[in-house]
């Protein structure tokens, strides 16, 4: 009988159409993701002027909308471990787009909060899924490059919407750019019959299905009549558990301070970006493009950051890029000509979105299959209370007219905070090699 270990097809096989349309399936749905990060800090000013709404209440609104992907990310990761990636995958998308299409229609503010908080459900499983599942495809040598360009697309989402505020809001209203947001509802079908479900969960419940996906990834891989598949680890009831077992207690707190302290500034900055620069002087065109600046540090912080994280190690990456990201946080309070602000700007979001996007692929590293959707669930679940807690403070201190250094100094302390946790964190071998 042959025995095949799933880990080992995986890290020889070349690149391939499977992994190909993996990568692109999964940036769709994180552009997606990113479009919907972005879109408050587009309206918001809009709606505090149309509605009359308060910056704290419209503050609470984006961090009511987390709560719901508080509630997505923990729910995702977990189920994704007994159910499979794809499966749940697809019911996050179904929720998150059918309650964006909703916020199109309303006309108050508890009916908007109401929809945020329901398509915020979807769109926290998202995050955990696709890293995972492109986490598990890619061979161990490209695994931070795969995860750090998937996740570019969260920038590129949250570019759209920036250029998309800009040129659709005065002629269609804010309305229109949830009527985008809900776009994946379409392609929904094609992504159902041609994303392939996880190869450790399909090695567990389908080998037929596994051994016509290894065939495609690997054309010249030979089977046997009785091959039998195995994995390393045994898929284990208690996911959760396997969390705090096994030595892994301390790298499961290291990142739960990370993603907490990642979120809160990745929110944080994406929600008030904008209105910060208003309050500063700008124009809402000029404040919308420091978005655009914000994403595009972004996509070169995940794509370079991946490829330097597969040479040198995620850990001196992460450290240098939050503490790169701390220094521009804080020069931002100074003013500078519009050139060197868009430069500190982009860095920020580097060392911000881009920075979070190489945590889910540092993360999933340091665990197996068996657990890693727990693991990835976990964290950025309990990052979801930074993302709660960045857009409440924002708004808040906007409220207050207090002094503008001081949501700078709110966003530069807790990237001082994670670049030390990814000092302390525990060397793990295959990410580091």
Not at 248 to 267: E, K, Q
Request: one cysteine or more.
């Amino acid at each position: 009988m042959q025995m095949v270990s799933v880990e080992e097809v995986i890290e020889k096989s070349r690149v391939s159409r499977v992994h190909l349309t993996i990568l692109a399936w999964t940036m769709f749905l994180i552009l997606f993701d990113g479009y919907d990060l972005s879109v408050l800090g587009v309206v918001i000013p809009v709606l505090h002027e149309e509605w009359g709404i308060s910056v704290a209440t419209l503050g609470m609104v984006a961090s009511f909308t987390l709560v719901g992907s508080l509630i997505g990310a923990f729910l995702a990761g977990v189920l994704a471990d007994k159910l499979g990636r794809k499966k749940v995958l697809v019911y996050c998308v179904v929720l998150f787009s059918v309650f964006t299409l909703c916020n199109a229609l309303a006309t108050s503010i508890l009916f908007f909060a109401i929809c945020r908080f329901i398509a915020g459900i979807g769109l926290g499983g998202i995050p955990p899924l696709v890293v995972a599942l492109t986490a598990e495809y890619a061979p161990r040598k490209m695994r931070n490059r795969f995860v750090g360009i998937m996740f570019s697309g969260y920038s590129l989402g949250g570019i759209l919407v920036a250029l998309l505020g800009m040129y659709m809001m005065p002629h269609f209203g804010w309305q229109s750019l949830f009527i985008v947001g809900a776009l994946p509802l379409i392609v929904l079908p094609w992504m159902i019959k041609s994303l392939p479900e996880s190869l450790p969960f399909l090695a567990q419940s389908e080998p037929e299905k596994m051994r016509a996906i290894v065939q495609k990834m690997n054309p010249d891989f030979v089977f046997e009549e009785d091959v039998q598949w195995h994995t390393k680890q045994p898929q284990k009831k208690q996911p959760l558990r396997a969390l705090f077992t096994a030595g892994r207690a301390r790298i499961t707190l290291s990142f739960w301070v990370i993603c907490f302290m990642g979120l809160l500034l990745v929110y944080g900055l994406s929600t008030w970006l904008p209105q910060l620069m208003r309050a500063q002087g700008y124009g809402i065109t000029s404040s919308i493009s420091f978005l655009c600046a914000l994403n595009m540090g972004a996509i070169i912080g995940s794509v370079i950051g991946g490829l330097v994280a597969d040479r040198f190690g995620s850990r001196i990456v992460q450290t240098t890029l939050y503490s790169l990201g701390a220094v521009c946080l804080v020069l931002l309070m100074c003013h500078f000509s519009m050139p060197v602000l868009y430069v500190l700007v982009a860095i920020s979001g580097a060392a911000s979105i881009g920075a979070q996007n190489l945590n889910n692929a540092c993360n999933a590293s340091y665990y197996d299959a068996s657990c890693r959707g727990a693991a990835l669930g976990a964290a950025l679940s309990v990052g979801r209370l930074g993302a709660i807690v960045g857009p409440l403070i924002g708004g808040y201190l906007l409220a207050a007219n207090v002094a503008n250094y001081w949501n700078y100094l709110l966003f530069a302390i807790p990237a001082c905070i994670a670049a030390v946790m990814y000092l302390v964190l525990p060397k793990q071998t295959k990410d580091d090699e």
